[in-house]
């Protein structure tokens, strides 16, 4: 099994749709969560770290779930600059693991 | 404020040949790691320094090796290149490597082919 894991997609939606995705984590010591996004042959960028107690900053809203091992990020009103992949990256100690990515493609 | 700058951006190699990846941060941070991101498998860590003088081996260390030359620069070494090391690699750097707030800046990627 993967330390970390995210549905690869595509998601295809529609402009102003709402989308979430989930990513699971197998170490449940696991210390810190953040979700990054990243443009075609580009570097990931820090979308948003998430934290316990879930957290929103715009459109986008983050929750942590311990007991189940696992974190979201849903995506409210969709917008076509919001196309790009989506990576969810779980640290512990001295260990940063990302997922392999989640694609998504919003359409006019 | 330059972030984090690698060089090259791009570069093909022969089989056997080796080369130097530079990176670079501005940022004064203490933490620089080196990824490589392959189609469909994220990004894969190869070596980190959590502070100057130190550093560490990731998940896919064989065949690199890295030097921490100062607080701002972390250079890769691939001694003898491989077609396996076809990738996309991306230095990084951090206040710190743990802790929950050890946002990481990337550089802008090194494209490599080995021939």
């Known amino acids: 099994r993967k330390e970390v894991e995210q549905d690869p997609g595509p998601f295809n939606v529609p402009e102003g749709a709402t989308v979430a995705f989930n990513c699971t984590y197998s170490n449940s010591a696991s210390q810190s969560f953040f979700w990054y996004r990243q443009d075609c042959r580009k570097e990931p960028k820090l979308l948003m770290s998430v934290y316990s107690s879930g957290n929103e900053d715009g459109r986008f809203t983050a929750q942590l779930n311990r007991a189940s091992q696992y974190i979201s990020l849903l995506i409210r009103d969709s917008k076509l600059s919001d196309s790009a992949t989506y990576l969810c990256v779980v640290i512990w100690g001295f260990k940063t693991i990302f997922g392999a990515g989640t694609r998504l493609f919003v359409k006019a | 404020n330059a972030g984090v700058t690698q060089t090259p951006k791009f570069q093909v190699l022969k089989t056997g040949q080796s080369m130097t990846l530079q990176c670079a941060q501005d940022?004064?941070?203490?933490?620089m790691y080196w990824y490589r991101q392959d189609p469909g498998m994220g990004l894969r860590l190869i070596y980190y320094s959590a502070s100057e003088g130190t550093t560490d081996k990731g998940e896919v260390p064989n065949g690199y090796n890295v030097s921490r030359l100062n607080k701002r620069e972390f250079s890769l070494r691939l001694e003898s290149a491989a077609p396996s090391q076809t990738s996309v690699y991306f230095c990084a750097s951090s206040g710190t490597t743990s802790g929950a707030y050890n946002e990481q800046f990337f550089g802008p990627g090194t494209r490599l082919t080995v021939l």
């Open positions: 940022m004064n941070h203490n933490s």
